[in-house]
């Protein structure tokens, strides 16, 4: 059973930084894609950056030039170092996974991130608060 468990999260003032870890277990997949997600109050999960078994990144445009997505496959872990951070990054964060291609009602999906239906396991979230 694949297990995914966030820390790292806080409260930090605008401008602030933080690095969110992901430790990830139980899978097998020799392709996969990882990355994270964000769910502000009253908002939809929304993709924040993904990274795939090949090391090829993506980020959502609110993320370019602040976020980067890593991964240590060693100690089986995913890292989100946020720089910059704005009121409006205040959100829990979750880490995800899938293989690739992802399989969900009949469907193949190849791209990284899949539709989030797709995504196979998700973590318990990590809040993140910016104030400003």
């Known amino acids: 059973q694949v297990q995914l468990v966030e820390s790292g999260g806080g409260s930090v003032q605008s401008g602030g930084s933080l690095r969110l870890s992901c430790a990830a277990s139980g899978y097998t997949y020799s392709r996969y894609c990882m990355g994270w997600f964000r769910q502000a109050p009253g908002k939809e999960r929304e993709g924040v950056a993904h990274?795939?078994?090949?090391?090829?990144?993506t980020y959502a445009d609110s993320a370019k030039g602040r976020f980067t997505i890593s991964q240590d496959n060693a100690k089986n872990t995913l890292y989100l170092q946020m720089n910059s951070l704005k009121p409006e990054d205040t959100a829990m964060y979750y880490c995800?996974?899938?293989?690739?291609?992802?399989?969900?009602?009949?469907?193949?999906?190849?791209?990284?991130?899949?539709?989030?239906?797709?995504?196979?396991?998700w973590g318990q979230g990590t809040l993140v608060t910016v104030s400003s």
């Open positions: 995800a996974i899938s293989p690739r291609p992802a399989y969900y009602s009949g469907d193949y999906y190849y791209t990284c991130p899949p539709p989030i239906s797709a995504l196979r396991a």
């Open positions: 990274i795939d078994s090949d090391g090829v990144t």
